[in-house]
């Protein structure tokens, strides 16, 4: 073979070059118009499941027994419902959304943010259930992080999604550990607060775990409690939601992050925070090993079994006694795929665990937080002392103060991995100034939205 | 006069036949070559012009995502990283393969050799994952890695090697070096047994010592080993993914983001495949203008 080596390349190139000219016929990508679901409003649908067997297909997120909890008792109610159930990690979910809901159509999906999946026709419009189920008299605030208007902005619009329940997040205290260093109420401000960190960390206790390692800037949580306690949540559910103008650049905020940076200057986080998990940080906290911890309802139950007795929750103080508070507060989101082939019992479903009694029991005691569903509806009861009571009742003050907002990491698809995670493991090290990190976000914020 | 024509004739017919059959016995290779190597190739490259979010409908941008390759220096760092992994996945490797292949050479004959060679082997067949998980333990702020640091009264510069700004590069790099070293050692190790054992000999006869021997006859004979460690290892410097996901994720800051894992947040979660398969692109040519090179400087001495 003489020739091999001039004769390869040749035609290697020429291969290539006839592959590329059929492969650069077409654009990649659907059509530009909007799908259909986007532009009139459906007809009212009745939600139901009929009586003929039906597999509903889902996805569902890995970790957190609630939703299949859910799936048995419902199959149990209807026993011609079955499940066919798929689970991933939340960032595989995420990451997989658009591709999952668009190749392989599921009838009920955990769903990270839903504006970006809105816009591209993969969600159904779910209005017409709302409407004969009698979703749209419920509280308001409990849907409009879920609906998204024709922009693209969420807050009002079509219903897009619904919640298995709904959570908030505050801080979790160690109680026995509060004892020790004198803290026998909670903090009713945020000097009170740092008083208390302060004298955890003199007492040789860690003040606050967190995380903050990898791709999860726990240290979002911490900051938007404080942002709460400087400011008031609106603007800032404006940036989430996509308003028109809305900054993230606000002096308050600046405040917050600067209230913050002196929290890890002061040396109130664990010194390896910049790689410490999520697991690692409950490991830890159940462990007795920290004073607080900045988390979610969700691990209320969770809490109750492992530490019993020894978990309290507060929400974050006000920076001036009896000030409003606010904190983070959002629905465990499930969509409909545009796609789904059973859509009508995927939403009858919806519609059950908000409704149906053993199902909102299950929502409390497996899922930590508070039911969806109307107002006046059944609660389960709760025992005194646990923690799920002491989160329960701080919901019913959010509410009442009307201080629920979004994650400020559900801003947009990438925010939370490109933005909030990075310059908040800057600022742990210490090498990026509250300023610049806002103004950095912002400027993220700003391509990302126009994209 | 007609029996060499009918030989030619038999040959000639032959032949177009035996061509046949060996395309016929390449095609499924070639199939599944061509439908999951060079039309993904090539799709990327279309992508690559292209603003897309992989769903919706898609602009034609020309250039433009090449052009941003450059601008973005939060990109244009992910390159930096990369090669700053080299010494890592590439070079302690390689010299330290050589040298512990070297030992193991001149102790071959005992037990010891072996259960070397085996240890040394084990990363090889340890998933990728479950090694990163591991060394993830290994090198957290009360791992064994400051344990021992502590015990030797090291206790000032004991720290979260992975969760540190200054740290967390070289902490990843000396996970791919643990890695890469089995994988060299033992490819140096079977070259070194094909060089004849006369060339020693008489090198000893010469009154050569063991560094003698190693620089003259060992090092020139392991020309095409070391170029083969060499290009396997850059490429897994360039084109690491794996490690970098499983320990550090990027983080902290962007301090560990190297171009395997950008293309994957570009492409997942930030949906912009465009610019995605642009940096793939560019990365596929950036290891042939880095490996091509080293191929022709290994292989020449063999010609």
């Known amino acids: 073979m003489a020739h091999g080596p001039t004769r390869r390349p040749l035609l290697a190139a020429l291969t290539l070059a006839a592959l590329a000219a059929t492969a650069a016929c077409s654009a990649p990508g659907g059509s530009s118009e909007p799908a259909g679901a986007a532009t009139s409003a459906p007809a009212v649908s009745a939600a139901t499941c009929g009586t003929a067997p039906v597999t509903l297909k889902g996805y569902f997120e890995t970790g957190f027994p609630l939703p299949k909890n859910l799936a048995d008792e419902f199959t149990k109610q209807f026993p011609n419902v079955k499940w066919d159930i798929r689970e991933d990690q939340f960032a595989v979910i995420t990451q997989n959304a658009p591709r999952v809901l668009a190749d392989d159509p599921p009838d009920l999906m955990r769903l990270p943010q839903v504006s970006e999946l809105v816009k591209d026709g993969l969600l159904k419009n779910l209005d017409g259930y709302a409407q004969s189920t009698g979703w749209d008299k419920w509280p308001a605030s409990q849907l409009e992080q879920m609906r998204v208007g024709a922009s693209g902005q969420r807050g009002d619009g079509p219903l897009y999604a619904m919640g298995l329940n709904f959570s908030m997040t505050g801080l979790f205290y160690n109680k026995k550990l509060a004892t020790q260093i004198g803290m026998t109420q909670p903090p009713a401000t945020l000097a009170d607060l740092d008083a208390a960190l302060q004298k955890a960390k003199d007492a040789g206790i860690t003040p606050i775990d967190q995380f903050n390692g990898g791709a999860t800037g726990g240290l979002a949580f911490p900051l938007q409690n404080l942002m709460t306690a400087y400011g008031d949540p609106a603007p800032i559910n404006d940036w989430i939601f996509q308003k028109p103008g809305a900054t993230i650049d606000t002096p308050s905020n600046l405040q917050a992050v600067q209230h913050l940076e002196k929290w890890i200057k002061a040396g109130y986080f664990a010194d390896d925070i910049n790689s410490q998990d999520y697991a690692t940080m409950m490991s830890r906290f159940i462990g007795g090993k920290a004073l607080f911890m900045f988390n979610g309802d969700w691990e209320s139950g969770n809490l109750d079994k492992q530490m019993a007795g020894n978990a309290g929750f507060l929400l974050m103080p006000p920076a001036q006694a009896g000030g409003k508070q606010a904190a983070m507060s959002a629905p465990l989101t499930y969509g409909i795929s545009s796609k789904a082939k059973n859509a009508d019992c995927a939403a009858f479903f919806l519609n059950w665990v908000a409704t149906n009694q053993q199902a909102r029991d299950i929502a409390v005691k497996v899922g930590g937080s508070h039911p969806m569903g109307p107002a006046d509806a059944y609660m389960p009861p709760v025992q005194e002392g646990t923690v799920t009571a002491a989160t329960l009742a701080a919901g019913a003050t959010i509410g009442k103060d009307n201080g629920a907002m979004d994650f400020i990491a559900n801003a947009t698809g990438a925010i939370y991995a490109k933005s909030w995670t990075p310059q908040l493991q800057k600022l742990a090290a210490g090498q990026q100034t509250p300023d610049a990190l806002l103004k950095s976000v912002q400027k993220d914020y700003e391509t990302q939205v126009e994209n | ?303």
């Open chain 2, 1 to 303: 006069m007609s029996a060499p024509i009918t030989g030619r004739r038999a040959r000639r017919a032959r032949r177009p036949r035996a061509v046949w059959l060996g395309w016929l016995f390449a095609a499924p290779a070639i199939v599944m070559y061509a439908t999951f190597v060079l039309r993904p190739l090539l799709l990327t490259v279309q992508y690559s012009f292209y603003d897309w979010n992989g769903i919706g409908a898609s602009t034609w941008v020309g250039l433009d995502n090449y052009g941003r390759l450059i601008t973005d220096s939060e990109l244009f760092a992910t390159i930096l990283h990369a090669f700053e992994l080299i010494v890592f996945f590439s070079g302690i490797p390689v010299l330290l393969g050589l040298f512990v292949a070297a030992t193991i050479r001149s102790i071959a004959a005992s037990r010891l050799a072996t259960v070397a060679r085996t240890l040394l082997f084990l990363p090889q067949v340890i998933p990728l994952v479950a090694a990163g998980i591991m060394w993830s333990w290994l090198l957290s702020s009360t791992g064994l890695a400051n344990e021992l640091l502590s015990a030797v009264g090291l206790d000032s510069i004991t720290r979260a090697w992975l969760g540190d700004f200054d740290t967390a590069l070289p902490a990843v790099g000396v996970i791919g070096a643990w890695v890469l070293v089995g994988l060299c050692t033992l490819l140096l190790l079977a070259g070194m047994s094909k060089i004849d054992p006369a060339l020693y000999e008489a090198a000893r006869l010469d009154g050569a010592g063991p560094v003698r021997e190693f620089r003259s006859i060992t090092l020139p004979s392991l020309r095409q080993e070391i170029g083969v460690c060499v290009t396997v290892t850059v490429i897994a410097a360039l084109a690491s993914f794996d490690i970098v996901y499983i320990s550090t994720q990027g983080g902290p800051g962007n301090s560990t983001m190297v171009p395997g894992l950008e293309i994957y947040y570009l492409a997942f979660s930030e949906r912009e495949v465009g610019m995605a398969s642009a940096l793939a692109v560019a990365l596929v040519l950036l290891v042939l203008a880095v490996v091509l090179p080293i191929q022709r400087l290994t292989r020449d001495g063999s010609r």
